[in-house]
């Protein structure tokens, strides 16, 4: 039984920066990639972008290009993903899932979820 | 981008009631659809990957089909515990679209 693990809450003005941390435990964490999505408050889901944590390889959505920067540190089986350019509408919960390697990239795990509100 | 559209939004059945869902890709990618349940303010969980295999640990009463652009995620039997949201999901290749989600009431 694996687990990811999402760090907590945030409030951040317009303009500033988030990252969120999600650490893994239960598997080989540099055998899977991690993905991350979002979903808006009453909206749907939304597909971040990837990182694979044992080739280093990313891959981001388009909207967030230039915006989003994905890591991992294997040392401590932790990925991390940072927004900047914060907008209100980048409010959201923000979700790390595990995802196995090709062919069957689908997220089969979850973290719990990071809220992140952005106000003045 | 190839984009994933749900149909209906919503719905509402009784308990007992046979669900079917519906995703429709704009293009072809061929079996790599996989379906979540997300319960009212919980985590998704994976239901089906490969459009029609079953993950572990879920009812047999979720099933899944089609191949290429059409694909359907059917609930055998509507119980109290599957109102959710139900998001279909491509995985072919980046980006992993999601649709917009169904809406399940009872």
């Known amino acids: 039984q694996f687990q990811l693990v999402q760090s907590g809450g945030e409030v951040q003005k317009p303009g500033a920066s988030v990252k969120v941390s999600c650490k893994a435990s239960g598997y080989t964490f540099s055998a899977y990639h991690v993905t991350w999505v979002r979903q808006a408050p009453g909206q749907g889901l939304e597909w971040m972008g990837w990182i694979s944590a044992y080739s280093g390889h990313i891959d981001y959505a388009e909207q967030f290009q230039g915006r989003v920067t994905m890591t991992t540190d294997t040392s401590t089986s932790t990925a991390y993903m940072e927004l900047r350019g914060l907008r209100s509408d980048d409010t959201a919960v923000y979700f790390c899932a595990r995802v196995p390697s090709f062919p069957r990239t689908y997220s089969d795990g979850w973290g719990q979820g990071t809220l992140v509100t952005v106000s003045s | 981008d190839i984009q994933m559209t749900q149909s209906p939004s919503s719905l509402s059945a009784s308990v007992g009631d046979r669900v079917t869902i519906t995703c429709r890709a704009s293009?072809?990618?061929?079996?790599?659809l996989a379906w979540y349940q997300q319960r009212p303010g919980k985590v998704p969980k994976l239901l089906i990957y490969?459009?029609?295999t079953l993950q572990s640990g879920v009812p047999s009463r979720f099933s899944g089909s089609g191949s290429e652009t059409d694909f359907t995620l059917t609930i055998s039997s509507l119980q109290p515990e599957d109102v959710a949201t139900y998001y279909c999901q491509k995985y072919n290749s980046v980006p992993h679209t999601f649709g917009q989600g169904t809406k399940v009431d009872i």
């Open positions: 293009q072809d990618i061929s079996n790599y």
């Open positions: 490969a459009a029609s």
